[in-house]
């Protein structure tokens, strides 16, 4: 739980992924095409990917992939970010944090 504090707590996005996960893709793709340069953790791909999917699921985080942090604090998996975007509040929230200047 303290490594995955340390990967969040600096950035102002951060997106917790797989390759194999085309929610992932999704997310990506989303926050990449406002303009946000997320940090992006490939959990299938780094060094104790699995230890982070266990500290997420520990968060409650279900399916544990993709899992959004925007400014240190945990919004969710890809229903919840679609949700923000479609209500229009994905969009502030980014700029509140200086992941986005529009």
Not at 3 to 25: A, G, P, R, T, W
Not at 32 to 40: K, R
Not at 80 to 87: A, D, F, I, T, Y
Request: charged share 20%; hydrophobic share 45%; with cysteine.
């Amino acid at each position: 739980m303290e490594k995955l504090q340390k990967l969040i707590s600096d950035k102002s996005v951060v997106i917790f992924s797989k390759n194999s996960c085309c929610m992932s893709h999704t997310i990506k793709t989303l926050f990449i095409d406002f303009g946000v340069n997320p940090t992006i953790y490939e959990l299938d791909e780094i060094t104790r990917g699995k230890e982070i999917e266990q500290a997420l699921a520990q968060l409650g985080c279900s399916p544990t992939v993709p899992v959004v942090f925007i400014g240190g604090q945990l919004v969710g998996g890809a229903n919840q970010v679609m949700s923000l975007h479609l209500n229009r509040s994905l969009v502030p929230m980014l700029k509140r944090v200086g992941a986005l200047w529009l």
